[in-house]
Each structure stands twice: as C-alpha cells, then as structure tokens.
C-alpha cells in the first residue's frame, strides 16, 4: 500500500463545477504539499500546509492531521485549472524527503 | 532570478552510455533534490542534498550518483544507463525545513535510455 493515496485518479468537470480531489496518508507527518502538474510537465508547488486550511484564489487546500487527511478544492473551475495535482507528504524525522501520490488528473471542459 | 535550471530538457541515451543532468539554482537554497517520475507514478526521490558537501540517498539511488560542491549546484550522474533510467528527472530545491516556502521545481529533463 502507498504511504500517500490519492482520489480519484481522473476527474472530468464541466467549466464552473467545484472541484474536491482527497489525500490520505498512513505516516507520520510534519507538513503537507499540494502541487500542479501542467501538460507540458512543470511543477509548481501551490501549497505547504501542516494544518488547518489555507486559500488562495480559487483554490482552497485542507488538513486533518488526526484523520491523516487533506482536501484540495478548487472553486469555479475553469479550463486552465486542467492538470494533474499532487499530493506530497514531508515525512517526520531527520530525513528532508517528500513521498508523493501518483496525482489526480483533472480535465475541465468548456 | 532563474530560480532552478536544468539541462538538458530531452536526451537520447545508449545501453551502457553515462551522462551528467545538471541542476542549478540561484535562490541560495540548501536543500536541493533529484526526483524520477515515470508514466502513471508518483516522483520518488533519488538523491538529496541539505547543504554544500552533504548528499544522502533517497528512496531510489541505485544507477546514480550526485555531488554538492557548491550551493548552487547539484548535478545527477547516471552509469552505465539501462533502459529502466528511462524517465523524466526533475531537480527541485527548497529552504530550510519546515519553512513555510514552497519547493522550487526545475523544468525537467526528459531521459530515453534504448
């Protein structure tokens, strides 16, 4: 079983639908990533959390650190919004590392 | 700033051919990673620095190796490729642990090993 598991792994919306993609974990951890993955493969990192909820724009990520649980939601979603997002873990202890999901495929159509 | 930069972006390489992915950036960064991400995987780490003169391996090492001489720069050298090296590399860097910046994504390098 993979230390971070993410749902769904495709996700099709129309333009204006609420988007909600789900990460769980099973480790340990001291901070959360949420990252975008665009088509042309660049990451760009959108959040850090390591509680709490945080906003930016239309996007909106939380953490449930009891429930070992985090929710991305991305408001009035719109064709740009098309890409992969990742969830990242930092894992607690000495090691600076991060375990990634395999990422949530989100097409929005017009 | 150029933030993080890696060349090459695409390379063909042969069986048993080696080659150096180089990774810089200019955001004076301790923390510098090289991560693999193959077709329908999540990146997995290979290698990682926290500082000038300090690598220590990460989840998948085995085919590679690193050096951090400078603070700038974290190059990826890759033995005796194998077909199992095909992947995309990314180099990302970030600031001290637990800070609330984000990591840094370099753009990628796209490695077909045949």
């Known amino acids: 079983k993979n230390e971070v598991e993410q749902s769904p792994q495709n996700l099709t919306a129309q333009e204006g639908e609420f988007i909600t993609i789900n990460c769980s974990y099973s480790v340990g951890i001291s901070a959360l990533h949420w990252l975008q993955q665009h088509p042309g493969g660049g990451i760009v990192s959108l959040f850090m959390?390591?509680?709490g909820k945080k906003k930016h724009g239309r996007l909106i990520a939380t953490i449930n650190i009891q429930e070992k649980h985090s929710s991305l939601h991305i408001t009035a979603s719109h064709p740009r919004d098309s890409a992969v997002y990742i969830c990242?873990?930092?894992?607690?202890?000495?090691?600076?590392?991060?375990?990634f999901g395999k990422g949530t495929k989100l097409t929005v159509n017009p | 700033n150029a933030g993080v930069t890696q060349t090459p972006k695409f390379r063909i390489l042969k069986i048993g051919q080696s080659m150096t992915l180089q990774c810089a950036q200019d955001?004076?960064?301790?923390?510098m990673y090289w991560y693999r991400q193959d077709p329908g995987m999540g990146l997995k780490l290979i290698y990682y620095s926290v500082g000038a003169g300090i690598t220590d391996k990460g989840e998948v090492p085995n085919g590679y190796n690193v050096s951090r001489s400078t603070t700038e720069d974290f190059p990826l050298r890759l033995e005796l490729a194998a077909p199992s090296q095909t992947s995309v590399y990314f180099c990302?860097?970030?600031?001290?642990?637990?800070?609330?910046?984000?990591?840094?994504f370099g753009p990628g390098t796209r490695l077909t090993v045949l």
């Open positions: 955001m004076n960064h301790n923390y």
């Open positions: 990302a860097s970030s600031p001290e642990r637990g800070s609330p910046d984000t990591q840094y």
């Open positions: 959390l390591s509680s």
């Open positions: 990242a873990v930092l894992t607690q202890g000495g090691s600076e590392k991060l375990v």
